[in-house]
Structure formats: C-alpha cells, structure tokens
C-alpha cells in the first residue's frame, strides 16, 4: 500500500511542502477559480450543454488529477477545443436519435478515459508524436475559428442555424439583419471590451501602483467574471430579458454532481468510438504539450505514461460525475503556472472554489447573458489562430505548410473530426511520399582525408571505374524501385563503371521488398559486369543481412565497414584495369 502511495507525485511533493508554498498555491488556485467559473459556463454552451456541465468538469476532475498527475502547474478541466469536438459529436449523434445530449457527453467521457487507459497499458505515452506539428496547427487554428464564429448566435441574438460551410454564418446574418438584436449585440461588445481592458489595459496600470503582486494576479485574470458582473446587473437592473428580448442563462440547479451510474449502449459506443478516440488523443496532446512547456521552465520534466493515467481517471471521474470530457487547457494553465502554483494543491483549491459556487451561488448567474459567455469564448479561442505558423512552416518547408492548409480547411468544409482525420492522412502520404524517393548522393574523397561527401557540393576527386552514392533513407518496399532505378541510370551514364558501392551510414533497416530488390540489382549489374558493395552497414542491420543469402549472393562484392576502406581496396583493383 505504502509503495502506491509514494507513487503519487503529490506524495513526493509533499516531502518539501512548506508554508510559503501554501500560500502561493493558493493564490494560484483562486485565480484559477475566478477564471474558471465563467469558462466553465461558456464551454458548456460551447458543448451545446446546460452551464452547470462545464462547471461539474473543474470539480470531481480536478481533485483525481490533483492526487494523479506529474505536471506541477497543469489546469484539467473543460477547454475550448475539446468542448468544440462533444458539441459537434452531440450534435451529429442527437440528429440520429440514438440518445439525449447528456447521455452522449457521459459515455464520451467513459471512453475517452478508458481509451487513455488502454494507451497507458499498451505504454503508448508517445502516440502523440505521430501526430505532426503542421496537423494541430492547422487543426487548432481552423477549431478556433469554427468556436469564435458559432459565438455570433450570441452575440447577434440572430438565430444562426448549425452546419454549412462557416460561410454561410455571415451570410444568414445579412440575410437577416432585421432579426439582429442590437441590446444583445451592445452587450456582447461591451463584453469584449471589458475582456480587451482588463487584459491589455489594467494590468498596466495596477502593476505601477503599490498593492501587493498576489491582490493584482486575481485582479488581472479577473476580466471573464467582471464582464459576467457587469452583463447580470445591466440584465437585472433594467429586466432586459424580458424588455428587449436578450437571451439569459436562466436557473441553474443547485448542488453538487451525483456520482452516478449510467446504461452502456454498444450501438452508442460504436458511434462515439471514432470521436471519443479523437477527443483522447488531441486532449492528451493538448495536455502534454503544455505540461512539458511549463516543467521545462523549472527544469523538470512530466511523464507522459503517467499522464495517460491522470487525465484517463480525471476523464472517469468526469464521466461518473455526470459531465463531458476533460484535458489541461492552455490559457488557465499559463495563468496557474504565473500566478506562482507549487504543486497540485492548487487545483485542489480551484476546485473547492467551483464546488461552493454550484453549492450556493448558482442562483446569481440567472441573468447572465449568453452574449456575455460567447464574448468569453471568443477572447478565449482568438489567440489560437495562428498565422505565423503557416508563414513560418512556408518559409521552411513548403510541404509542412500544405498540410497545415489544407488541415485547416478540411476541418472547416468536413467538420472537426473529418478535417483532423484528413490533415493526418496528408502527412503520413507526404511522409511516405517523401520517403519513396529519398535524397541520393554521388559522393567522392575530399582531399586525402578519409572522408566522402557529395560531388554536387564539395570539391572532391572520384574514379571513373567506381560509383560511390550515399542513400539518406532506410531501404523499404515504398523507395526500393527509386533506389534501383537511379543506381542503373548511373552505370547506364557512365559505362567505365566496374563497382558500384552503396553507403549505407543513412540507412536504419531493410525490409524484404528492399532485400529483394537488391538481391536482383545485384544479379542485374553482375549481368554488365558491375560489382555491387556496401559500406558502413550498421549493426542491426547486418544482424539482419546475416541471417539471409544475399551476402552469398553479393560476392565477389563485400560488404566494407568503411567508405574509405571500400575505395582504398577498389581504387587498387581499377588501377591494375
């Protein structure tokens, strides 16, 4: 029990807690708290879900993750991309009547965390690695943009219908401007601007007065629950809602999520497995991408095993206590990480905080308005479109850049998990198609050293009786016929050419189509009297070779263990030509 126990990396940090730790996890968790609250809300609508959903995610979650995870400074519970992909999961799944929207946000839950958990047992923590940069780039950004127009319904009061090309939002807008409510539409502004302020303007100034650093961090972070402050009282002040038609949240249910059971439908669950498995594996990358930011800032480091295991038990405690999936988002946990958060006892007390709200507070946020949340929301997903990546991946590598576009725009014509599934079919057909045909290089001796580079970019000597080429790629069934058709073109081009010398120093494996095509390569040159070599085979790859008969069928080719010994040998043997 005891080695369980100290397993917990909350245990350990426990070793070396002191007072003053205490106290900067507090201030981290209030400030947390604070911006919390009203993103819960507004990721829940987001999520096309009652408020008090995305305010159960920051509780029962939080506490499992707390005890769980490896990330000092990491903020779990609802984030906008996640409440993105349940909202269109429910959406797509509603349509086809196979279950209300709670029903779905809990099984999704369900199986993301069981799915994060069979990673963990498989110890597949580094699955995220296989989805590349330009992919999430493309699919976050496209995922805001998607998020930030979906607002507009809120902040217009115009009654936006989902799905279409997200187009067609501005276009059902001016075709019915004469619907716009424009109180909504002030509010909505005034709640940006109230966000910009607070953010942009009144940091500034509070930082050059004397209140002391932790009264200005939850001051700062503050902007989304002063913006639900102003919105309630001008609601409640002159009865908006039912004067001028804006939109409010209305009664929110009091007390704490039940931990609760639920019916497991497995025609549900075939529907939900494509979407919860997508939901998984962006949250966990989400997560693990914001931990390592924030631990190599100190100096330390996560472990990914481990927060599979974390963010897959936060993920069943969300589903056991009636909500929608959870991930570490980026924002709050920037704001964590600056508000001075030790250890995960901070997120202990974002919790407490978000449980006496829905314990007792609720009733207050009955004239928030929807503007208000979407107003939230917008400022919230903003910065994670990102041009300059593109830009960047443009300058760099043109191919990334395609990818990243076209990511983008296959989540914005397809839908969410269409889009990311399509940007993740383009990289590993750009990976492979780079692969087929891999950078070869007709290499010669610089100077008298024993070294060999490419005779395109450096000044080296060569003999005309042999062909040295140095192939930057493992050798597989995808490149074998671009390897070989080079190598013949060559002798084709230089008929003096008795040796023909592969460096294999680039090349990490073989596989059997490879092995194959050597094996007729070498019978083929044979045939035109050209002697095949290799070179700088590497171990593994040898290990390999031997347990084959194409070493015997390579003679009187040899296989060199340097390049410099294969010419030294055959440089003699062209001489006595």
Request: proline share 4%; net charge neutral; hydrophobic share 50%.
């Amino acid at each position: 029990m005891s080695g369980a126990i100290d397993y917990l990396p909350l245990t350990r940090w426990f070793k070396h807690y002191h007072r003053d730790d205490f106290a900067s996890d507090l201030v981290a968790g209030i400030v947390v708290g604070i911006l919390l609250i009203p993103q819960g809300m507004a990721y829940a609508f987001l999520a096309g879900l009652p408020p008090q959903y995305g305010l159960y995610c920051a509780i029962v979650p939080l506490f499992i993750y707390a005890l769980l995870g490896s990330s000092r400074s990491l903020a779990v519970g609802p984030v906008a991309i996640t409440s993105l992909m349940v909202g269109s999961t429910i959406a797509d799944t509603s349509a086809s009547g196979l279950a209300d929207p709670a029903t779905i946000a809990v099984n999704l839950s369900l199986l993301v965390g069981l799915i994060m958990l069979i990673l963990r047992a498989l110890q597949l923590g580094s699955i995220v690695n296989f989805m590349s940069h330009s992919v999430i780039s493309g699919f976050t950004s496209a995922a805001a943009l998607l998020i930030a127009v979906s607002q507009l319904r809120h902040l217009t009061g115009i009654d936006i219908p989902n799905g279409g090309f997200i187009t067609d939002s501005f276009g059902y807008i001016l075709t019915h401007i004469s619907e716009l409510n424009s109180v909504t539409l002030l509010l909505g502004i005034l709640g940006v601007l109230t966000l910009w302020i607070v953010k942009e303007k009144l940091v500034v100034l509070l930082k050059n007065t004397s209140l002391p650093h932790w009264l200005v961090q939850p001051i700062c972070r503050a902007g989304p629950m002063f913006a639900m402050i102003i919105g309630i009282t001008l609601v409640a002040m002159f009865g908006l809602n039912q004067n001028q038609h804006v939109a409010i949240v209305g009664a929110i249910p009091e007390g704490l999520p039940s931990i609760s059971t639920f019916n497991i439908d497995l025609a549900l669950w075939q529907t939900l497995m494509t979407p919860a498995l997508l939901i998984a594996l962006i949250g966990f990358l989400e997560s693990v991408s914001v931990g390592t930011t924030l631990a190599s800032r100190d100096r330390e480091r996560i472990e990914p095993n481990k927060e599979l295991i974390a963010l897959g038990a936060a993920n069943l405690g969300a589903a056991f206590s009636g909500t929608y999936p959870v991930a570490g988002g980026f924002g709050r946990s920037m704001v964590n990480y600056a508000s001075g958060a030790r250890t995960t006892i901070a997120s202990v007390i974002s919790a407490l905080m978000v449980a006496l709200t829905v314990s007792f507070f609720t009733p207050l946020f009955f004239y928030l308005p929807k503007a208000i949340l979407g107003a939230v929301i917008i400022m919230a997903v903003l910065p994670l479109i990102n041009i300059r990546a593109f830009t960047d991946s443009w300058k760099f590598n043109k191919a990334d850049a395609l990818t990243l576009l076209s990511t983008f725009v296959f989540v914005l014509v397809l839908g969410v998990e269409l889009g990311i599934l399509s940007g993740i079919a383009i990289s590993f057909l750009l990976l492979l198609y780079r692969s087929s045909q891999p950078h070869i290089a007709i290499v010669g001796r610089v100077g008298n050293s024993p070294h060999f580079r490419n005779i395109d970019r450096h000044e080296v000597t060569t003999d005309k009786h042999i062909l040295a080429i140095r192939v930057d790629e493992s050798l597989y069934f995808a490149n074998t016929r671009f390897v070989e058709d080079f190598i013949r073109t060559q002798c084709t081009c230089h008929r003096e050419v008795t040796h023909v010398v592969i460096l294999c120093n680039a090349v990490n494996f073989i596989d059997a189509s490879a092995l194959e095509s050597l094996e007729n390569l070498t019978a083929q040159l044979a045939s035109e009297g050209i002697t095949l070599h290799l070179a700088e085979v590497k171990g593994p790859v040898m290990d390999k070779l031997k347990d084959t008969h194409f070493l015997q069928q390579l003679s009187p080719g040899q296989v060199f263990f340097t390049a410099d010994d294969a010419m030294c040998a055959l440089e003699k043997r062209s001489a006595r030509i």
